[in-house]
């Protein structure tokens, strides 16, 4: 198994920066890719960004590029999420979630098998 924690969540400003970590603990070795999906209220899970383990390969939604940047530590078996020029739009509960198998659409919620507990975004205008 997997356990996934988020944190970093926070309520900001519109314009302001936050940066969520995503640690990950357990049988991580067994999973190729991290995503980062976020849920606001009465709206679907919708993707925003994955990085491989391996390889570093990056994808972001349309609406995540130029603002968010998704990084990873492997030696602290953590994924970041810095993002910036926030906007209220961009509130919701952000998760993140793992990969089994590394598939070319990232963006599909049922590719993705551990998700971690979600952390609140709330941008203020």
């Known amino acids: 198994q997997v356990q996934l924690v988020e944190s970093g969540g926070g309520l900001v400003q519109a314009g302001d920066s936050l940066k969520l970590s995503c640690a990950a603990s357990?049988?991580?070795?067994?999973?190729?890719?991290v995503g980062w999906f976020r849920q606001a209220p009465g709206k679907e899970r919708e993707f925003v960004a994955r990085?491989?383990?391996?390889?570093?390969?990056?994808a972001y939604a349309d609406s995540a590029k130029g603002r968010f940047t998704i990084s990873r530590d492997n030696a602290k078996n953590t994924v970041y999420l810095q993002m910036n020029s926030l906007k209220p739009e961009d509130t919701a509960v952000y998760y993140c979630a793992t990969q089994r198998t590394y598939t070319p659409s990232a963006w599909r919620v049922e590719d993705y098998d551990y998700w971690g507990q979600g952390t609140q975004v709330t941008v203020s205008s």
């Open positions: 357990g049988r991580t070795s067994s999973r190729v890719a």
């Open positions: 990085i491989t383990w391996a390889l570093g390969n990056i």
